[in-house]
């Protein structure tokens, strides 16, 4: 299985990038953003259980981060808006084949399928 993350790249401060995940041939139950800044943990962004697409996001970034699905392209996309240089990170896309409760969609340890991640830099 194969998570291909994408999307990432240089922006502005107050500026805008969608980050897309898609799976080999296949959908999972739960899919969910991380990222992870240089000497950080790896931390919740966003996540999505795929039956229903409720979205659960970091409290901190609730209103600039959405979360949604295209069930055709078998693709989750992560619309980051009204960036700062303090979400300059590399982003993860991680999946799981079961379909997690509200309160587990945030637990990493819980992903039994990673991306390669994709780098934001945000400039000031």
């Known amino acids: 299985v194969q998570l291909q993350a994408s999307g990432g790249g240089l922006v502005q401060a107050g500026g805008s990038l969608r980050l897309s995940c898609v799976a080999s041939g296949r959908t999972f139950g739960t899919y969910g953003w991380f990222r992870q800044a240089p000497g950080k943990e790896r931390e919740f962004v966003a996540g999505?259980?795929?039956?229903?697409?409720?979205?659960k996001f970091a409290d901190s970034l609730k209103g600039r981060f959405t979360i949604s699905r295209d069930n055709a392209k078998k693709t989750v996309y992560l619309q980051m808006n009204s960036l700062t240089p303090e979400d300059t990170a590399v982003y993860y896309c991680?999946?799981?084949?079961?379909?997690?409760?509200?309160?587990?969609?945030?637990?990493?340890?819980?992903?039994?399928?990673w991306g390669q991640g994709t780098l934001v830099t945000v400039s000031s």
């Open positions: 999505l259980r795929w039956s229903d697409g409720h979205p």
């Open positions: 991680a999946a799981d084949s079961r379909s997690w409760n509200t309160g587990s969609i945030s637990r990493k340890n819980l992903y039994a399928y």
